[in-house]
């Protein structure tokens, strides 16, 4: 009775919390202190080093899980530009002359591991206006004679079928053609026909004999990432500048690359396109899809980018009265943008004319262009092309530059059907007055801008409209 009360005593005193219940447990439970726990939220943070075109460059602290779309996006806010979803993290490498666009999925770190310690690659961020356009227009991206669909398929495959076919795990487009492919180990380069399929990247050894006894395995994807080489003939004496290799994650050198070479621009696009859907497959296809979530009721086949909500809700207006009022007349709104324009113009020669320049009036339809993104003053018709080339071989992608042939004229530079023209502005003095012009002095205009203006709202006697200039962007 006397242990009973003095049990039933203890009991009525209040347990108190032990505040170091890891110094009296017993040795067989299984304790773990909250800092022996990871967190959540702590993840490693690393410095990457982002080059612009111009090779201004920008020191970024980034967790260790960054991708490359987000990067993206942390430079987009950091230097206030427009995300209209055409940039693009680019890998160089730049010993062995090698580029690529990594994948907006693709993690960052991981995209650096590969890197060797003696090389001094880079990262760059520019627009690549090419990124996604096969979903948009696939029939031009996979030309006819390139690509074979499955027997049981229809002759005639619509723009939706072919996007399905590639995407689809059960069937998937043959690709096929000639392409010259450098010996392993040698100099020599080897033109052979070569064919996609879901399983890799095969050529004939007979001619264009398509029977599994003749067909020899050249290359997988799972283990490997597609560059585009941008110096092929210079470094591994390509016979065409239209080179594209497969480099494995862990390569020790050149040695190791596997290198092919198409005939045109077109044939390279075309398999460098193939590959990358056989490689990402719907991951691609959710990378396109992925700015566009949250705008209920728009397909992104065939909505436009939009520049930013306040560019969006900006009304015309009119202040020269009493009373403003907004102008609800697109045809009157035209009108005074363009004299808007011109009394802009008009401005920039008082401007000029207040700084102590005697003619600045009559020098200024030869100077106001060089403030412009798309001018880029004396570069040559290669690094025109390369500039293009790195943005994307997209329908309009343009830009205006010295002519090194003639001082006194200009080039405008531009993108059509997978092909980079070349079309001369020519300078015309009429009745003491210098215009400019691109079709003989039937169209002129006072300066460059007009004439840019003009032909982004007109075709005229350009294949297309110019539509994306390239900018040498400033980090």
């Known amino acids: ?40 939220t702590s993840r490693k943070k690393q410095v990457i080093k982002v080059y612009s075109e111009d090779d201004t460059s920008r020191a970024l602290e980034v967790p260790s899980d960054i991708t490359a779309r987000d990067v993206c996006q942390l430079l987009i806010l950091k230097n206030h530009y427009i995300d209209d979803h055409s940039w693009t993290l680019f890998e160089q490498l730049t010993h062995t002359g090698l580029g690529r666009a990594i994948e907006d999925h693709e993690l960052v770190m991981e995209v650096q591991s590969n890197w060797a310690m003696e090389e001094e690659n880079k990262l760059y961020f520019r627009k690549n206006y090419a990124k996604y356009e096969f979903f948009k227009n696939p029939l031009t991206f996979f030309p006819d004679h390139m690509i074979s669909f499955p027997s049981e398929t229809n002759a005639a495959v619509s723009h939706s079928g072919v996007l399905q076919m590639f995407l689809s795990s059960s069937t998937y487009p043959e690709i096929h053609g000639y392409l010259h492919a450098k010996e392993q180990g040698k100099k020599s380069w080897k033109k ?21 006894r003749h067909l020899q395995f050249f290359c997988e994807f799972s283990n490997s ?20 290799c497969f480099k494995p994650n862990k390569s020790g050198g ?43 009721g728009c397909s992104p086949l065939n909505v436009t ?5 306040s560019e969006n809700s900006l009304v015309a207006m009119d202040f020269s009265g009493h009373r403003s009022r907004i102008i609800e007349n697109p045809t009157e709104a035209l009108s005074v943008a363009v004299e808007e324009g011109l009394a802009w113009r008009r401005r920039g020669c ?41 943005h994307g071989l997209v329908d309009g992608v343009f830009l205006v530059r010295d002519s090194q042939s003639n001082p006194k004229t200009f080039v405008l530079s531009l993108s059509h059907g997978l092909k980079i ?8 003095e009429d009745d003491g007055k210098l215009f400019y012009t691109l079709d003989d002095g039937h169209t002129r205009f006072t300066d460059l801008i007009q004439l840019v203006e003009f032909y982004q709202l007109n075709k005229g006697v350009l294949p297309c409209k110019l539509k994306h200039y390239c900018a040498r962007i400033a980090l």
Request: net charge positive.
């Open 192 to 212: 052979l026909y070569f064919l996609l399929r879901r399983s890799g990247l095969y050529f004939s050894t007979k001619g264009t004999s398509k029977e599994p």
């Open 1 to 40: 009775n006397r242990r009973k009360k003095k049990d039933d005593n203890i009991l009525e005193i209040p347990s108190i919390p032990n505040p170091f219940p890891e110094l009296c447990c017993s040795p067989f439970a299984s304790v773990l202190s909250a800092s022996l726990l990871p967190k959540a």
């Open 350 to 390: 008082l401007r000029l004319n207040s700084h102590g320049s005697p003619i600045a009036m009559s020098n200024m339809g030869t100077s106001i262009h060089r403030s412009q993104s798309w001018f880029h003053h004396k570069i040559s018709r290669e690094e025109a092309q390369r500039l293009i080339l790195q």
């Open 225 to 244: 990432d597609m560059y585009m080489s941008l110096t092929g003939k210079k470094i591994f004496g390509a016979p065409t500048n239209y080179g594209f």
């Open 421 to 428: 023209k070349h079309f001369q502005i020519v300078p015309l």
């Open 254 to 296: 050149t040695r190791d690359l596997k290198q092919l070479c198409a005939d045109d621009e077109q044939s390279r696009t075309c398999w460098m396109t193939a590959i990358r859907l056989l490689k990402y497959g719907m991951q691609l296809y959710q990378n396109y899809m992925q700015p566009y979530q949250g705008r209920s």
């Open 305 to 309: 980018p939009m520049r930013s909500i």
